[in-house]
């Protein structure tokens, strides 16, 4: 069975510095990815998938993520943090086997950010 | 593009009353809804998948009796939670896949709808 770890349960990182989240997934095949983000009270805005080609992604928001097949990893990064990037994350995974296209979620990272 | 609507965004209701969300996609047809609930600092836990004119398909230990999904169109899903108690006060979020799209397709979900069971 597929499973999505997000390991970070919260991160505080200060307005302008880097930020990375961290998403590994267990898969037997290649799975498709995806990193949502969520503000309080509201639903799930897509940042970014990965299906297949390049495991460099780019996102909306200054966001990217890079697939890592040998350490079924798909982290999420911003070279410079707003204000506005406070929400919670989350990363989820999608199986090709699946053919409603269900997704896995991870529990979420929440991303506080300080002045 | 691919926006979809919930309707209402909050509900408060006694215990023991139906109460009926509604999810449409605004911009596409959707083949496949789906239903989320989301407790307090909690991730997404998957519900039921709703097909157009078929059954939703539910989540073990997903009361199929307790939450009535219908998919009546192509743009439109909802969920009645019926005779709701206090514990079924949630956040509920439903997405939608495209029409056409491949498996794995994106889903675009919605704004959630905070039901309030007093």
């Known amino acids: 069975a597929q499973s999505v770890t997000q390991p970070d349960i919260h991160i505080t990182v200060s307005e302008g510095a880097s930020l990375e989240l961290r998403c590994n997934y267990s898969y037997g095949a290649t799975p498709y990815l995806f990193w949502y983000v969520q503000s309080p009270g509201q639903g799930l805005q897509l940042l970014l998938k990965?299906?297949?080609?390049?495991?460099l992604v780019q996102g909306i928001k200054g966001f990217e993520a890079e697939f890592k097949r040998s350490q079924s990893s798909f982290n999420l990064r911003k070279p410079s943090v707003h204000w506005s990037d406070a929400a919670e994350y989350f990363c989820?995974?999608?199986?090709?086997?699946?053919?409603?296209?269900?997704?896995?979620f991870g529990a979420g990272t929440q991303v506080v950010v300080t002045p | 593009g691919a926006v979809v609507s919930q309707h209402p965004s909050w509900v408060i209701c006694k215990s023991g009353t139906s109460v009926k969300i509604e999810c449409r996609s605004l911009?596409?047809?959707?083949?496949?809804m789906f239903w989320y609930r989301q407790f307090p600092k909690q991730s997404l836990m998957l519900m039921a998948t709703s097909n157009e004119g078929s059954k939703a398909t539910y989540e073990q230990g997903v009361e199929k009796d307790k939450f009535l999904i219908n998919h009546a169109s192509l743009t439109l899903s909802t969920l009645t939670v019926t005779s709701a108690h206090p514990e079924d006060s949630s956040f509920y979020i439903c997405s939608a896949r495209a029409r056409g799209r491949v498996v794995g397709e994106t889903q675009y979900f919605g704004p959630g709808t905070r039901l309030l069971v007093l």
């Open positions: 990965y299906f297949s080609g390049d495991t």
């Open positions: 911009d596409f047809q959707a083949t496949t």
């Open positions: 989820a995974v999608g199986t090709t086997t699946d053919s409603w296209g269900k997704l896995q």
